[in-house]
T-cell receptor, first 117, second 109 residues
Framework: GAGVSQSPSNKVTEKGKDVELRCDPI?????LYWYRQSLGQGLEFLIY????????KSGLPSDRFSAERTGGSVSTLTIQRTQQEDSAVYLC???????????????FGPGTRLTVL | KQEVTQIPAALSVPEGENLVLNCSFT??????LQWFRQDPGKGLTSLLL?????REQTSGRLNASLDKSSGRSTLYIAASQPGDSATYLC????????FGAGTRLTVKP
């Protein structure tokens, strides 16, 4: 079946511009996650959506970062006034559910490589 | 704050060898621990997920163990193949998910 898809696969932008990254989760998955992976770094959690609950934004590095999830499906990660340190691969993942004490295997998209010049 | 460490950072073995990748975490109150594989230029592939109530999970040539009391998990790969070459990441879930930096595995033919 179809997996998690992300677009664009690559994005080059100039410092100070805004960018939008899109994630289409697996159909039926209620949980959606955004991560980023900077060069030589581990994965960093950014934000998490579960159903209609308020998102967990605890990982967002600054107020320039925001994300929406419309209709419980597609999500958009927006970075305003991009900086060079925002350059990274941004990964999206989805899972069936997320509940304390229960497994929630995450399925990852291929990522969007963002380069800020 | 959960911290996840993976050792070694890189590992090179000849084809056919059995090997163990190590993952340690500082907060034992995890809900689960997951192992992933990352191939260059691609997203992550989930390999095994161990719930907090479990001690191990197996899938084919892969076996992952979890010892919450010592804050450790291992990924055992039996009879390694060149196609196993990739970066292996572990991640512990508390309220969010924390990843280790990964172990880059190279299996030489």
């Amino acid at each position: 079946g179809a997996g998690v898809s992300q677009s664009p696969s690559n994005k080059v932008t100039e410092k100070g511009k805004d960018v939008e990254l899109r994630c289409d989760p697996i159909s039926g998955h209620t949980a959606l996650y955004w991560y980023r992976q900077s060069l030589g770094q581990g994965l960093e959690f950014l934000i998490y959506f579960q159903g209609n609950s308020a998102p967990d934004k605890s990982g967002l590095p600054s107020d320039r970062f925001s994300a929406e999830r419309t209709g419980g499906s597609v999500s958009t990660l927006t970075i305003q006034r991009t900086q060079q340190e925002d350059s990274a691969v941004y990964l999206c993942a989805s899972s069936l559910y997320r509940a304390s004490g229960k497994g929630d295997t995450q399925y990852f998209g291929p990522g969007t490589r963002l380069t800020v010049l | 704050k959960q911290e996840v460490t993976q050792i070694p950072a890189a590992l090179s073995v000849p084809e056919g060898e059995n090997l163990v990748l190590n993952c340690s975490f500082t907060d034992s109150a995890i809900y689960n621990l997951q192992w992933f594989r990352q191939d260059p230029g691609k997203g992550l592939t989930s390999l095994l997920l161990i719930q907090s109530s479990q001690r191990e999970q197996t899938s084919g040539r892969l076996n992952a163990s979890l010892d919450k009391s010592s804050g450790r998990s291992t990924l055992y790969i039996a009879a390694s193949q060149p196609g196993d070459s990739a970066t292996y990441l572990c991640a512990g879930r508390n309220n969010d998910m924390r990843f280790g930096a990964g172990t880059r595995l190279t299996v030489k033919p």
